[in-house]
């Protein structure tokens, strides 16, 4: 039986926390299951948020989320209050599906914004089978309608700031596309220097949201160089004062652009600042040691090193000993001690077994989709919501092109620096034109691999006239990572044995015997998986000794 009733809030004084009032009104209902039901920006896909559970008299948060497609609703009764936007009371029978199947009975409270637009749902949930209709006149209860109207107030404040949120991961995805537009070299550089100051702050000790902070001021702390013309941005040669005045207006431009955004003053303050030197030398404001904002001061370490690591279309990328001599030659005069200590740490420290790192909060990834018929490779923003993540592109059409029935597999790669990569296998829950909700991430542990952070070059030899000079970013006893200039390699066989020639600085040359295991672009590198064929144990141990011989070195010139 299906009955609606026209409910109207009245505008009472809320309490101050949504989940204790969820659990509230399942109380008074004497319901066994209460959450609340968003519904994604463009109504085709709903998902649970707060969803609590009744076991033992108490109400414990549920772990599961609700994802579904609504077009698949049909034969739902939320249908029916997806229709109407009124309140929804449904006692099971065999009219309509249930949204939980084990339902005997739902109730739908709709959550509407300032301008009456559907945008959630509380929804109650009972599992116990009674001979008991559905109370219309409970809903009428003061207690139980003053719990309704606090939800209702709060859930407009969390909407709010989730419509902020979402606005700004969208100029974000913007910039990025813009970006990639412009200055195909620059795409990954905000996001190298949010991981840099991300660990710095971390290594600092810093806050959890002075952390946050830190990460997002790192993305948009180049944002304002859309307004900075291609020319200038990629010109091979050197600027002149015109143009490198040009160049300097960009922390400007930045701050201005993100201080029209509520609530994101302070990243403005810390974007502006950016470029300014630890003795007063720097721009636009000739600040000086601490007057300097701190996250300011370590955005402009993690920019300085992600631009001497990484290659340009005017320059090639510098090694590590370089940078460390750098970092080190300016330390106290254009860089802050402590924040420049901590990035020493960080580089000294960079020979690591391939671990699992926690995802940030906006990451431009790269999802690949294996299907029957082919490997796709998509480039784009990975977002994070409660339910998973989102992955936004304009550049490919889903719908069009792929069929979620032909899906073998699918993974992201998240550049967390030029010599890097973070994979991830991953569940496609949803797909619309040109974004895919990813849920149930599981690292991919590369056993025995390093990722390393300085060059180590090898040559890859297809055959005698087909070789390629590569970079190999991770390492290990039985594979190794390696990367190439985006469509360097026009094409592989898959399974074919092929050589690699890896040489050491210290003029050791390892050949090893591999395949080719699978290819992925992020950024303007194409990145290569490749597994030793019948590698013999004393190539294995010359591996590691050189590896570690490697840092040895590195922390050496570090205490010089």
Same mark, same amino acid.
């Given at each position: 039986?299906?009955?609606?009733?026209?409910?109207?809030?009245?505008?009472?004084?809320?309490?101050?926390?949504?989940?204790?009032?969820?659990?509230?009104?399942?109380?008074?209902?004497?319901?066994?299951?209460?959450?609340?039901?968003?519904?994604?920006?463009?109504?085709?896909?709903?998902?649970?948020e707060?969803?609590?559970?009744?076991?033992?008299?108490?109400?414990?948060k549920?772990?599961?989320?609700?994802?579904?497609?609504?077009?698949?609703?049909?034969?739902?009764?939320?249908?029916?209050?997806?229709?109407?936007?009124?309140?929804?009371?449904?006692?099971?029978?065999?009219?309509?599906?249930?949204?939980?199947?084990?339902?005997?009975?739902?109730?739908?409270?709709?959550?509407?914004?300032?301008?009456?637009?559907?945008?959630?749902?509380?929804?109650?949930?009972?599992?116990?089978?009674?001979?008991?209709?559905?109370?219309?006149?409970?809903?009428?209860?003061?207690?139980?309608?003053?719990?309704?109207?606090?939800i209702?107030?709060?859930?407009?404040?969390?909407?709010?700031?989730?419509?902020?949120?979402?606005?700004?991961?969208?100029?974000?995805?913007?910039?990025?596309?813009?970006?990639?537009?412009?200055?195909?070299?620059?795409?990954l550089?905000?996001?190298?220097?949010?991981?840099?100051?991300?660990?710095?702050?971390?290594?600092?000790?810093?806050?959890?949201?002075?952390?946050?902070?830190t990460?997002?001021?790192?993305?948009?702390?180049?944002?304002?160089?859309?307004?900075?013309?291609?020319a200038?941005?990629?010109?091979?040669?050197?600027?002149?004062?015109?143009?490198?005045?040009?160049?300097?207006?960009?922390?400007?431009?930045?701050? %201005?652009? &993100? #201080? +029209? $955004?509520?609530?994101? /003053?302070?990243? !403005?303050?810390?974007?502006?600042?950016?470029?300014?030197s630890?003795?007063g030398?720097?721009?636009?404001?000739?600040?000086?040691?601490?007057?300097?904002?701190?996250?300011?001061?370590i955005?402009?370490v993690?920019?300085?090193v992600?631009?001497?690591?990484?290659?340009?279309?005017?320059?090639?990328?510098?090694?590590?000993?370089?940078v460390?001599?750098?970092?080190r030659?300016?330390?106290?005069?254009?860089?802050?001690?402590?924040?420049?200590?901590?990035?020493?740490?960080?580089?000294?420290?960079?020979l690591?077994p391939?671990?699992?790192?926690?995802?940030?909060?906006?990451?431009?990834?790269?999802?690949?989709?294996?299907?029957?018929?082919?490997?796709?490779?998509?480039?784009?923003?990975?977002?994070?919501?409660?339910?998973?993540?989102?992955?936004?592109?304009?550049?490919? %059409?889903? &719908? #069009? +092109? $792929?069929?979620?029935? /032909?899906?073998? !597999?699918?993974?992201?790669?998240?550049?967390?620096?030029t010599?890097?990569?973070?994979?991830?296998?991953?569940?496609?829950?949803?797909?619309?034109?040109?974004?895919?909700?990813?849920?149930?991430?599981?690292?991919?542990?590369?056993?025995?691999?390093?990722?390393i952070?300085?060059?180590?070059?090898?040559?890859?030899?297809?055959?005698?006239?087909?070789?390629?000079?590569?970079?190999?970013?991770?390492?290990?006893?039985?594979?190794?990572?390696?990367?190439?200039?985006?469509?360097?390699?026009?094409?592989?066989?898959?399974?074919?044995?092929?050589?690699?020639?890896?040489?050491?600085?210290?003029d050791?040359?390892?050949?090893?015997?591999?395949?080719?295991?699978?290819?992925?672009?992020?950024?303007?590198?194409?990145?290569?998986?490749?597994?030793?064929?019948?590698?013999?144990?004393?190539?294995?141990?010359? $591996?590691?000794?050189?590896?570690?011989?490697?840092?040895?070195?590195?922390?050496?010139?570090?205490?010089?």
């Amino acid at each position: 039986m299906v009955t609606f009733y026209d409910y109207k809030s009245s505008n009472l004084d809320a309490c101050s926390d949504i989940d204790k009032c969820l659990k509230k009104l399942c109380t008074l209902m004497n319901f066994q299951i209460i959450g609340i039901i968003t519904f994604s920006d463009h109504k085709k896909m709903l998902y649970s948020e707060r969803m609590f559970i009744q076991f033992k008299n108490k109400y414990k948060k549920s772990k599961k989320y609700i994802i579904r497609e609504i077009s698949s609703l049909k034969d739902y009764a939320i249908n029916l209050f997806l229709d109407k936007k009124q309140v929804l009371l449904y006692s099971k029978d065999s009219s309509y599906a249930t949204l939980i199947p084990e339902a005997n009975s739902e109730i739908y409270i709709p959550l509407l914004g300032d301008d009456e637009t559907l945008n959630g749902a509380v929804y109650l949930c009972s599992i116990t089978k009674t001979d008991e209709k559905l109370d219309l006149m409970a809903l009428e209860k003061l207690r139980v309608k003053n719990v309704i109207d606090s939800i209702n107030r709060l859930y407009k404040i969390i909407y709010l700031i989730s419509e902020k949120r979402r606005f700004v991961f969208s100029i974000i995805n913007t910039f990025s596309e813009i970006t990639r537009e412009k200055d195909f070299f620059m795409l990954l550089h905000p996001y190298h220097v949010a991981n840099f100051s991300k660990e710095i702050a971390t290594r600092m000790d810093l806050s959890d949201e002075l952390i946050r902070m830190t990460y997002l001021s790192g993305i948009l702390h180049d944002i304002g160089k859309i307004y900075i013309s291609e020319a200038i941005l990629n010109k091979k040669g050197p600027l002149t004062e015109k143009e490198f005045n040009v160049i300097k207006s960009h922390s400007i431009y930045s701050s %201005n652009l &993100i #201080k +029209n $955004i509520t609530e994101l /003053d302070d990243i !403005a303050k810390i974007v502006r600042h950016h470029h300014e030197s630890y003795d007063g030398t720097g721009y636009p404001d000739n600040l000086k040691g601490e007057d300097i904002p701190l996250i300011s001061r370590i955005i402009k370490v993690a920019d300085s090193v992600d631009a001497m690591l990484s290659p340009r279309s005017y320059k090639k990328s510098k090694d590590i000993n370089y940078v460390i001599s750098e970092l080190r030659k300016y330390k106290g005069i254009i860089y802050d001690p402590k924040v420049t200590d901590s990035m020493l740490d960080i580089l000294t420290g960079r020979l690591k077994p391939s671990q699992n790192t926690h995802l940030n909060a906006i990451n431009w990834s790269t999802l690949t989709i294996t299907t029957n018929k082919e490997i796709y490779s998509i480039e784009g923003s990975l977002i994070k919501y409660k339910i998973g993540y989102l992955f936004k592109t304009d550049k490919f %059409n889903f &719908i #069009k +092109n $792929i069929d979620k029935s /032909d899906i073998l !597999a699918s993974n992201i790669y998240i550049s967390e620096s030029t010599n890097e990569i973070i994979e991830y296998k991953v569940k496609i829950e949803y797909i619309s034109e040109n974004e895919i909700l990813l849920s149930d991430f599981k690292y991919v542990v590369y056993q025995d691999s390093f990722n390393i952070f300085w060059d180590l070059k090898a040559e890859l030899q297809f055959d005698t006239y087909n070789t390629h000079d590569v970079e190999i970013c991770k390492i290990g006893g039985n594979t190794l990572m390696f990367y190439v200039p985006i469509n360097s390699i026009k094409h592989y066989e898959k399974d074919k044995i092929i050589n690699l020639k890896i040489f050491f600085e210290d003029d050791t040359i390892i050949d090893i015997s591999g395949k080719i295991l699978q290819n992925f672009n992020v950024g303007d590198f194409s990145y290569y998986d490749f597994a030793y064929v019948n590698i013999l144990p004393k190539n294995k141990d010359e $591996i590691f000794r050189q590896l570690f011989r490697h840092q040895i070195q590195l922390k050496n010139l570090y205490n010089k």
